[in-house]
């Protein structure tokens, strides 16, 4: 991961991952000369890897919306359903509205849709800028149309 060696067990790589059980049967991953290249930031990859190799069963090394994006990111990118799970369980209370119509619909995460659009129709106040180019120039439509309907 960006020319860093990470040397994990393989164990739950490939119990949990059908990507990572096809990427293992197709390379040989017995020699530090013939690593796997990942193509993922360290921070997001260390995230990830506080989920498996946890300091305390009983909480998560991640604790930022940011983080649980990252997890939730490579979970889904890796066929990890049951960290996917875990990700949108602890992200759902950190997200605004805004975050979970970004993430659910870059994640297809549908199920945090409505609510989303229903709060953001039930906010006084409009868009903001920085909120329309994060949402896109559709969605941002489509939240205007939703909040004059609303009226």
Partial sequence: VEDTLFKVHSFFFERDSEYFRTMFRLHDTSSESRPIALDVSIASFESFLGVLYPVHFAQHVATT????????????????????????REL???ASPIDKIVVG?????????NDAYVAMC??????????????GLAEAIKIS???QDAR
């Fill in 145 to 147: 149309k939703m909040r």
């Fill in 92 to 94: 759902f209370p950190l």
């Fill in 105 to 113: 619909i870059r994640y297809d995460i549908k199920e945090w849709l």
């Fill in 65 to 88: 919306s940011n983080e649980w994006v990252a997890i939730l990111a490579l979970a889904t990118k890796w066929s990890f359903a049951t960290i996917r799970t875990l990700a949108m």
């Fill in 122 to 135: 039930e906010r006084p106040e409009a868009l903001t800028k920085q909120e329309g180019e994060r949402l």
